[in-house]
Nanobody, 124 residues
Framework: QLQASGGGLVQAGGSLKLSCAAS????????MTWFRQAPGKERNFVAS????????YYEDSVKGRFTISRDNAKNIVYLQMNSLRPEDTAVYYC???????????????????WGQGTQVTVSS
């Protein structure tokens, strides 16, 4: 199971840090990824991190503002979100799958396990 937390209401320009705790024993052996879904829109890739944290990947609109990190000892992945904008408003989901590889980290269909989502609302 994946348990996401840390969402909330923040003004534009503010910051939030999301956390996702995993109970799967495969956590430390696979990519961890964040997606988000705005009202009426599809769930889209936000950021991903590889097993040893040496490689991170971001959707273009969040580059330079969001930072993904992980703690394999605690089975937690984080998403530090700075300089938040109203267009960042969405439900944020963490996801993992033992079978995901670099070529499909941005594909929703590649992930077998999803957190319940945490709401992030950015007011203007």
């Amino acid at each position: 199971q994946l348990q996401a937390s840390g969402g909330g209401l923040v003004q534009a320009g503010g910051s939030l840090k999301l956390s996702c705790a995993a109970s799967q024993h495969t956590f430390s052996r696979t990519y961890m990824t964040w997606f988000r879904q705005a009202p009426g829109k599809e769930r889209n890739f936000v950021a991903s991190i590889n097993v040893n944290s040496r490689h991170t990947y971001y959707e273009d609109s969040v580059k330079g503002r969001f930072t993904i990190s992980r703690d394999n000892a605690k089975n937690i992945v984080y998403l530090q979100m700075n300089s938040l904008r109203p267009e960042d408003t969405a439900v944020y989901y963490c996801a993992l799958s033992p079978s995901v590889i670099l070529s499909n980290i941005k594909a929703r269909s590649a992930y077998a396990y999803w957190g319940q989502g945490t709401q992030v609302t950015v007011s203007s």
